[in-house]
C-alpha cells in the first residue's frame, strides 16, 4: 500500500474516531417549564395574567399552563409536585396542612358582591338555612360568604362549589342558582340583563386577598430568576391596567387571548378593568401589608385560626422575589 493510500486511511479512521465522540456528548439539558396550575377557566377576569405569563415567555420563561377544576385540585397540584405554580387563596392548606407551600405575590382583592334571586330571597335572614354557591373550597369567595354569615347570625344548609365568577352569573341568569356571590362583571350583566330580579346583599369587610401565586418552597428557591420574571411581568401589566384599563383590549388582540370571546364578552374587557382598577389593583404586589391584612380578615372569616398579629408573615409568605421585582422596577 503506498504512503498516500495509508495516510488517507489513517485520516478516514481519525475523522470516524472523532464523529464516534461527538455522537455519546449528551445534548444540553433543557430547562423543564414551569407549570402553572389555575383552579379556574379562562375568562375575562383572568386576561390580564393571561398576557402577563405571555409577557414572561417573551422574556424566555418557558410555561405550560393547566385549567383546573377548582383551586383546591390546583393546589394540590402544587403540593404533589404535579404543577410548580398554583392560583388561588391556600392560606388553610398552609395552616391546617403544614403544606410546603408559600404566597410570593398577591393578584387581587376581594371585589365581590354576595346576590340574591329577588323572586326568593330579599336579605341576609333569609339564607338561613339555605344552600348557598362560592367559587372553591378555601377561596376568597367563601370566606366572604362565612363571615357574612357570622355578621348576620345565620348559617347555610350547605355550599356549593361554582368555579368562575361568569359561570356562577349564567347560573343566576337559568335559574340555576338562587345564592352567590359575582364580580363587578357578573354584576353589570344582571344589571342589565335582569334589573329587577336580583338583589345584592351588603357586605361588611375590608379588602383582603382573592387570589394570589404560590409554589412549593424548593421551587421558589431553586427557580429563583423565572419566578423573578414572572413577577416583573405581572406587576407591568397590573400597572399599565391601572393607568389605562383598555390596554387590555389591545393585549387580548396582540396575544390571541380568549379567540373564541363572543362579541358581548369582548365588549366586557374595558369596563371589567376600569372598574378592576378603581377598586384598586395590587401594583406592588401585595407583601407583608398585604399579609397582615389577610391575617385579619381570614381568621375572622375562619379560614385561618390563632391571632393575627401572633401570625408570622414567614410561615405563609416567600417575599423575594416580589421585593426583587420592587427594588429593580420601582414602587407604584
Not at 10 to 33: E, G
Not at 208 to 224: C, G, I, P, S, V
Not at 291 to 300: H, I, L, M, P, Q
Amino acid at each position: 500500500m503506498s504512503g498516500i493510500k495509508l495516510r488517507a486511511l489513517r485520516r478516514l479512521a481519525l475523522a470516524a474516531t472523532i464523529l464516534a465522540s461527538a455522537s455519546v456528548v449528551p445534548a444540553p439539558a433543557m430547562a423543564d417549564p414551569m407549570r402553572i396550575a389555575f383552579g379556574d377557566i379562562a375568562t375575562v377576569e383572568t386576561l390580564h395574567l393571561m398576557a402577563a405569563i405571555e409577557r414572561a415567555r417573551e422574556a424566555g420563561v418557558e410555561i405550560d399552563v393547566t385549567y383546573l377544576k377548582s383551586e383546591d385540585i390546583a393546589a394540590q397540584a402544587v403540593v404533589s409536585g404535579q404543577a410548580d405554580i398554583g392560583v388561588g387563596g391556600p392560606y388553610a392548606l398552609i395552616q391546617k396542612v403544614r403544606a410546603p407551600i408559600r404566597i410570593f405575590m398577591q393578584l387581587s382583592t376581594l371585589q365581590m358582591y354576595p346576590v340574591v334571586d329577588g323572586s326568593t330571597y330579599k336579605e341576609w335572614k333569609d339564607l338561613d338555612g339555605q344552600e348557598v354557591a362560592v367559587h372553591s373550597r378555601g377561596s376568597g369567595t367563601e370566606a366572604l360568604m362565612q363571615l357574612a354569615a357570622q355578621q348576620n347570625g345565620i348559617s347555610y344548609s350547605r355550599v356549593s362549589y361554582i368555579p368562575g365568577a361568569e359561570v356562577r352569573t349564567g347560573a343566576l341568569l337559568q335559574g340555576n342558582v338562587k345564592a352567590t356571590i359575582v364580580d363587578s362583571s357578573g354584576r353589570r350583566i344582571l344589571e342589565r340583563e335582569a334589573p329587577d330580579r336580583f338583589i345584592f346583599l351588603p357586605l361588611d369587610t375590608a379588602p383582603a386577598t382573592d387570589e394570589a401565586l404560590f409554589a412549593n418552597t424548593d421551587y421558589l428557591r431553586e427557580n429563583e430568576e423565572d419566578v423573578a420574571k414572572l413577577v416583573e411581568a405581572i406587576l407591568t401589566t397590573w400597572r399599565e391596567v391601572a393607568e389605562n384599563p383598555a390596554v387590555m383590549v389591545k393585549l387580548r388582540e396582540k396575544y390571541n387571548l380568549l379567540p373564541d370571546a363572543s362579541a358581548e364578552t369582548i365588549a366586557e374587557i374595558e369596563p371589567y378593568f376600569a372598574g378592576a382598577a378603581e377598586a384598586g389593583l395590587p401594583v406592588n404586589g401585595g407583601g407583608e401589608a398585604a399579609a397582615r391584612g389577610d391575617f385579619e380578615f381570614y381568621t375572622v372569616s375562619g379560614a385561618l385560626t390563632g391571632e393575627p398579629s401572633e401570625l408570622k408573615v414567614e410561615d405563609f409568605w416567600d417575599l423575594d422575589a416580589l421585593n426583587a421585582a420592587i427594588a429593580k422596577l420601582g414602587s407604584s
